[in-house]
């Protein structure tokens, strides 16, 4: 599969390659059903993804299981502690070789679908999901390879993140999708929106479908969905068009 999008483009080589994405976090029963449902649990059930989750609790050396502490110089809140996540981190890549570590903080850079694209040729992944008010800073400098948020405005940790990403980077994976929900044709791999799509019946409560789309004039009508897609992206997202 190639994906070209925004001066990135992605070959994917073979269908054999299978990603592993290890996730770090204080809560990972939080993102279990995502991984056991539809697309992204058939993607673990034919081997081409593996997700492994890590409770930085099992690296806390406290008797309490603690992992976060005070801030310094005072303030609200509290922040998770280098020593229980610098273990986690380094007995993982004891095992393997990560391709990226990502950190995942609104102070990241923003994902869209070039990440995407760019992580889905990546094999071994690290997420580590912020909680509380973040990571001490020397997590950060002794593992992160590279921050990601996605979009201003605050959740209450990097879990639901974690997922999102996940999941915008599993279906691109050859073979996790079927030519009918093909990853090419999404919106935003060509940085246009979908234009309006119809279904069985031909009218409803007086609303008809475009002629068009029922003349089988294939040519036509892919002429009529490309300018139907700028329409609809002039309109809501001139900003994809620049
Ligand atoms: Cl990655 N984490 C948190 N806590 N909030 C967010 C986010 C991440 N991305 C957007 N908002």
Redesign the pocket.
């Known amino acids: 599969m190639i994906i070209d999008c925004n001066s990135s483009l992605i070959i994917h080589h073979s269908s054999f390659i299978i990603m592993r994405i290890d996730i770090i976090s204080v809560l990972p029963e939080l993102m279990e059903s995502p991984f056991q449902t539809s697309i992204l649990k058939r993607a673990m059930e034919k081997g081409l993804a593996e997700v492994h989750f890590h409770n930085v609790r099992d690296w806390s050396t406290n008797k309490h299981r603690k992992v976060d502490d005070e801030p310094y110089g005072g303030g609200a809140g509290m922040i998770m502690t280098v020593e229980p996540l610098d273990n986690c981190i380094s007995d993982l890549k004891s095992q393997r070789d990560y391709d990226e570590i990502i950190y995942?903080?609104?102070e990241?850079e923003t994902l869209n679908q070039r990440i995407a694209n760019t992580l889905s040729i990546k094999k071994n992944l690290i997420f580590l999901c912020?909680h509380y008010k973040g990571v001490d800073q020397r997590v950060r400098d002794l593992h992160i390879t590279n921050e990601?948020?996605?979009?201003?405005?605050?959740?209450?940790?990097?879990e639901l993140?974690?997922c999102v990403l996940a999941d915008s980077v599993i279906r691109l994976l050859p073979g996790v999708l079927n030519d009918e929900q093909s990853a090419l044709t999404d919106s935003f791999q060509d940085n246009l929106l979908s234009p309006p799509i119809y279904t069985r019946p031909e009218t409803y409560k007086g609303l008809s479908v475009p002629k068009i789309l029922l003349s089988g004039n294939t040519s036509a009508i892919e002429d009529w969905l490309h300018d139907e897609a700028v329409r609809v992206t002039k309109e809501r997202r001139p900003d994809l068009l620049e």
Request: no cysteine; glycine share 28%; charged share 5%.
């Open positions: 995942l903080t609104p990241g912020g990601i948020s996605i979009g201003d405005y605050v959740l209450t940790g990097g993140a974690a």
